[in-house]
């Protein structure tokens, strides 16, 4: 099986390009669906297209905005976007 290598810097385009991509379509979608301020993982697995397992992965990490005090976990909207974008810029900036 062929191996394909990249670069720091060509891993950097991508995720710019990525970005640049990403995140208008899901603002985009956030207008069209107009997005509850709480979305269950169910919503958030369709809007972000992941699987349960990526999900797993989010949900566990520390500065992932989840709230699990009104029973089962909930994203705040406004800031998953934000997060998603603070973490896209923090790729940007390891350049």
Known sequence: ???TTFTHEEIQT???EIKKQLIPVLLEELR???LPPLLTRK???EIVDISTTKCNELFNRSDF???RELGHPKVPTKQFFEWLDKTTNR???NK
Request: hydrophobic share 50%; net charge negative; no cysteine.
């Open 1 to 3: 099986m062929p191996v």
């Open 14 to 16: 991508f995720v710019s």
């Open 32 to 34: 069209e669906k107009q």
């Open 43 to 45: 919503q958030f697995m």
């Open 65 to 67: 905005p989840v709230n």
């Open 91 to 93: 790729a940007e900036v």
